[in-house]
Every structure is written in C-alpha cells, then in structure tokens.
C-alpha cells in the first residue's frame, strides 16, 4: 500500500479553523437540501397516493418525521459506532489517501446505517403496529399517518439513545472495561460498540419509547411521560451531551481528575457530576432564555435545548477543527490551558447560541427551504447537520480538504 502522510493546508488554527467553519457551512447547506430533496422523492415514490391524500399539514410533519430519520440512522448513528466505538478500525484499510479512504469509509457507515435501520425496524414492526413497515411508508389515512409519525418520532431517536448510551463508554469510562482486560484492539473496539448497544437499547426502552408512545391497559396509562414532557426532557439530554462530552473534549479528563483516573471510578464520578450539573443547570438557564424564547414563540425548554446543543457544536468544532487553541506553547499550564480554551467555548457559543434562535429562519439546514418545499429540521435537528460534516471532515476525511495527503517517498 502506498504511504501518505496528512499536511494541513494553513499552519495557524486560527486560519484553518476559521476557514473550516465557512466551508463546513456551505456543506451543510448545500448538503442538507440535496439529502433532503432526494430522500423526500423516494419517501413519496415508496408512499405513493396514499401520502399525497394526506393533509398538508399531516404531509408535512409526516415527511419531515421520515427524512429525519434518514439522516439520523444513516449518518449520525454510524459516526459514534464507527469513529468512537471501533476507533474508525479498517478506516485505511484500502488506502491511506484522502479523500478516497474517507468516502469508502462514509459509504460504508451509510450502508450499516441502514442495515440497522432495516433491522431493528422489522423486528419491532412485528408486533407494534407504529413501527409496521406498512404504516411508516405507506400510511393509508390520516389516523395511521399520526401514529406513523409517533413511531418515526420514536425511532429518529433511537439515535438520541445512542449518544446518551455510547459515548460515555469512550468520553467518561474511557472503553472500560475493556481497554482495561485486553490488548487486542478489535477486541476492546467491538466490546464496546456491544455493550453500548446494549445501553442504548435499554435507555431507548425505559426514556425514548414512553417520551412518544404512551401504554395504556384497560384503560389505565401504565407509562409515565420522562420529565413530564419531550421539551424538557430534551433539554435535560443536550444539557447531560455537554457536561459529559468535556472530560475528552478539551478538558483532559478533568473535572473527574481531581478525585481520580482509575476505571471504572473516574467514568461513575464523570456521569454523577454531568447528571447532576445537567440537572442544576437547566431550571437556571430556562429563567434566562425563557425572555429569548418567548420573543420567537418557542417553548423555553426548546430554548435551552438548542442553547446546549449551540455551545456543543463550538466545543466540538473548537476540539476538532482549532486543534484546542490555544496549544501548550502559549499556556504552558494543562489545566490554566482547558480553562481558557472552555472559557472560549462558553463565550463563543452563548453568542452563537442566541443568534442561532434569532436568524433560524434564514439558513437552509434550519428554518429556510429556499422555495424548494424539502422538508425542514428545525431549531435542534438542523444544528446536527452542521455537526456532521464538522465530525466526518475530521474523522473520516481527516480534515481533507483543509488537509492535503501528501505521498510519502520510499
């Protein structure tokens, strides 16, 4: 196989970061109105008539529901079992070259996207009339296409489950226990990516499914809804994202550091303190949107929700794409440096955060289909399809095009 070795384009990550966010922005544009528009045309290739005698407001949400689920189980799914899970493993096993090796490697996480998909759908379509194949494609009146949308609503979030679930085994338990137990990557890689399916299974059972599906036997609702309500359960879960992301996201395994390294300790004291600072945080922070969401007409909760998910996009791009400016040179104190670079991030994304809520409606991955009528994800989906292409460039591509593979001589 021939060498290559990755050069990035722009020494300073100032400039590199920067221009990364201007081109990642145009991807997510651009990229959301061709995924959305073709996925749309074979949703309603497959539905036929009996989509199109809906009404539309039904049509609408029910499209929207199912291109949601799409992008969810094909794109955001695989990145956290292929790049977090599995340490993107076989990633370069045909060529080390971008961007070839990045889109063999997407085309492949596509393709298990949509084999899990395939899967757990029609094992649950079996007895659950809103997860039958028949009502999620082709719901024949208005009644089936409401509960259509509850089960599409139910498994678009399965992908939710998987981030609460999965990657704490890599953020907070750093793979325990089995990094701990074995020196054979594949091994530690393919446990993990087990045992956090098996989490997210059960977390999609006991918080996702009764958030959309509520159970009733003679008449007696045998389920609670989470949070009482979905805005301020989701807001709860964004918050949680946050707080149990910054142990590998520029913090250096801090603020579970203070008490100790050792497994499975640091991950118990990681997840006490994200749960429990997701908790504190979120009536606080609903005081203080709750003016800026009332000023669009939104929920308050939802307010906090994107609010969380805005200042995650900056930590998550900031870790990514400005290498966790500024570096060891500049602040030579580890723990002086994730305090400056965390101060960046809060600073940065309250700002983007509010103006994300107040300009929603003019970016085409959020509230504006530029006429074309594709289906729209709104104040929090559409954040995810800026993050994408942010985490893809970085993992898969490896920063190509903002890095060039340059082959290396023998």
Not at 263 to 282: D, K, R, Y
Request: charged share 10%.
């Amino acid at each position: 196989m021939e060498q290559y070795k990755t050069v990035k384009r722009f020494k300073n990550p100032l400039i590199s970061g920067g221009v990364s966010v201007i081109l990642l922005l145009i991807i997510a544009s651009v990229g959301w109105v061709v995924w959305s528009t073709i996925w749309k045309a074979i949703i309603l290739a497959i539905g036929g008539e009996t989509i199109t005698m809906l009404s539309a407001e039904t049509q609408g949400h029910f499209m929207k529901e199912a291109v949601e689920g799409t992008f969810f189980w094909f794109i955001i799914s695989p990145w956290v079992w292929f790049t977090l899970n599995l340490g993107n493993y076989g990633k370069n096993k045909k060529t080390l070259k971008q961007p070839q090796a990045g889109i063999r490697y997407l085309l492949l996480a596509i393709l298990v996207g949509m084999l899990g998909f395939v899967l757990f759908v029609g094992m649950m379509g079996i007895w659950w009339e809103p997860f039958n194949w028949q009502v999620l494609l082709r719901p024949a009146s208005e009644e089936q296409a409401l509960l259509a949308i509850k089960g599409w609503g139910a498994l678009n979030f399965f992908t939710l489950s998987v981030i609460l679930a999965q990657i704490p085994l890599v953020s907070l338990f750093e793979k325990y226990p089995f990094r701990k137990h074995t020196q054979d990557s594949w091994a530690s890689a393919f446990g993990t990516l087990f045992l956090g399916l098996f989490l997210a299974l059960f977390n999609w059972i006991i918080f996702i499914l009764p958030s959309f599906i509520p159970l009733q036997t003679g008449g007696q609702a045998i389920t609670g809804v989470p949070f009482d309500g979905w805005s301020t359960a989701i807001a709860w879960c964004q918050l949680f994202i946050f707080f149990f992301l910054l142990p590998a996201e520029g913090m250096g395994g801090y603020p579970q550091k203070f008490f100790t390294t050792r497994q499975p300790w640091a991950g118990l004291i990681g997840l006490v303190i994200a749960i429990s600072a997701a908790l504190v945080a979120l009536p606080l922070l609903r005081t203080v949107l709750t003016p800026l969401a009332e000023s669009v007409g939104i929920v308050p909760d939802i307010a906090v929700a994107s609010f969380a998910l805005t200042i995650i996009n900056v930590l998550l791009t900031w870790h990514h794409h400005f290498d966790d400016y500024p570096s060891q040179t500049l602040i030579s104190s580890t723990f002086a440096r994730n305090l400056v670079q965390l101060l960046i991030v809060l600073v940065i994304g309250t700002v983007l955060g509010i103006l994300w809520i107040k300009t929603l409606h003019i970016w085409p991955f959020g509230g504006n289909d530029l006429g074309l009528g594709h289906p729209m994800l709104g104040i929090l989906g559409g954040q995810f399809v800026y993050m994408m292409p942010m985490l893809y460039m970085n993992t898969f591509f490896d920063k190509w095009p903002m890095a060039k593979s340059e082959r290396v001589a023998e």
